[in-house]
């Protein structure tokens, strides 16, 4: 098993462009999730999803959309990328117990 | 905000030494986790206490949860210089529906071990 795989691994951008981050996961997982971490803190929850077609907004999520139309899938867009959403990109797939992390994605807003 | 509060925020240790983080957090909780992430990577989940539970083992690694106090302390013993990463503790809340899929982590504890 591949786990949770995330594309891609670093991306510039400039100030209102719009993007895709991938995420996929071949667990079977129901769960997957969308976090931010900036320096010197912990995790922050963008959006999660309970399973294919349910998302629901978490801690942060203005300026992030996301959808899940299959079980393995859960991208997540930047409608206007702004300096403020430069970050470090970590999605998780789970089970109703520990989550599973994929490599992150390193994105710079300038 | 954050869930959790982690103290101390940089411990520096030799190798052959145990080491000690402690993790605050603030609503009630399905279970408390501890996660490893090495710099630059993904984090690693490393053991799991929930919140009917009061200590958990895992090899050297050693949880403690006292839900009247919300807090939890991660002991990690006889350390090596592979253990050198950063720490974080992430509560599953009972607070706002469903559970799964959602952990409020701490701002984290950086461990330093020395050989």
């Known amino acids: 098993n591949a786990g949770v795989t995330q594309t891609p691994k670093f991306q510039v951008l400039k100030t209102g462009q719009s993007m895709t981050l991938q995420c996929a996961q071949d667990m079977n997982h129901e769960y997957m999730s969308w976090y931010r971490q900036d320096p010197g803190m912990g995790l922050r929850l963008i959006h999660y999803s309970v399973g294919a077609g349910i998302t629901d907004q978490g801690e942060v999520p203005n300026g992030y959309n996301v959808s899940r139309s299959t079980t393995e899938d859960f991208p997540l867009r930047l409608l206007s990328a702004a300096p403020s959403q430069t970050s470090v990109y970590f999605c998780a797939s789970s089970t109703r117990s520990e989550q599973y992390f994929g490599p992150g994605t390193r994105l710079t807003v300038t | 905000s954050q869930q959790g509060e982690e103290d101390p925020q940089a411990l520096s240790i030799q190798e052959g030494e145990n080491a000690t983080m402690n993790c605050s957090y603030k609503t009630s909780i399905n279970n408390l986790q501890w996660y490893r992430q090495n710099s630059g990577r993904g984090l690693v989940h490393l053991i799991l206490?929930?919140?009917?539970?009061r200590e958990k083992h895992s090899g050297r690694l050693r949880v403690t949860l006292d839900t009247s106090k919300k807090s939890s302390s991660l002991l990690i013993t006889a350390s090596r210089a592979a253990d050198t990463a950063s720490y974080f503790c992430a509560t599953s809340s009972r607070v706002g529906g469903t559970s799964y899929g959602k952990l409020t982590f701490g701002q984290g504890t950086i461990l330093t071990v020395h050989p």
């Open positions: 206490i929930r919140s009917n539970e």
